[in-house]
Nanobody, 124 residues
Framework: QVQLVESGGGLVQAGDSLKLSCAAS????????MGWFRQAPGKEREFVAC????????YYADSVKGRFTISRDNAKNTVLLQMNSLKPEDTAVYYC?????????????????WGQGTRVTVSS
């Protein structure tokens, strides 16, 4: 498994931007797809975005499409989530996730490695 550590969360106002970062260690980072999920208070964890090992395949949840951008730098063992035009409904703990397969996926069960999460709060 890969060890994942998120950073970059914080308190922002609606319309602001944030960039989340996930640092990976352990197995070769470039061998698997990576994703971001989030969990709002009182809700289940949900898919946000995923990027394949090559970066050629990317999926987004409909709720963030056009506002969030996922990217990865295999040389630096990092995956980023650029979040623009943030809304109060984006408030959640954001989790970085990794899977052994190179193929991008969108389900929680497809990912075997998880970070501890970073909190994002968007005020109106």
């Amino acid at each position: 498994q890969v060890q994942l550590v998120e950073s970059g969360g914080g308190l922002v106002q609606a319309g602001d931007s944030l960039k989340l970062s996930c640092a990976a260690s352990g197995r070769p980072f470039s061998s698997g797809a990576m994703g971001w999920f989030r969990q709002a208070p009182g809700k289940e964890r949900e898919f946000v975005a995923c990027i394949s090992w090559s970066g050629n395949t990317i999926y987004y949840a409909d709720s963030v499409k056009g506002r969030f951008t996922i990217s990865r730098d295999n040389a630096k063992n990092t995956v980023l989530l650029q979040m623009n035009s943030l809304k109060p409904e984006d408030t959640a703990v954001y989790y970085c996730a990794g899977r052994d397969s190179r193929v991008a996926a969108t389900s929680l069960g497809d990912f075997g490695s998880w970070g501890q999460g970073t909190r994002v709060t968007v005020s109106s």
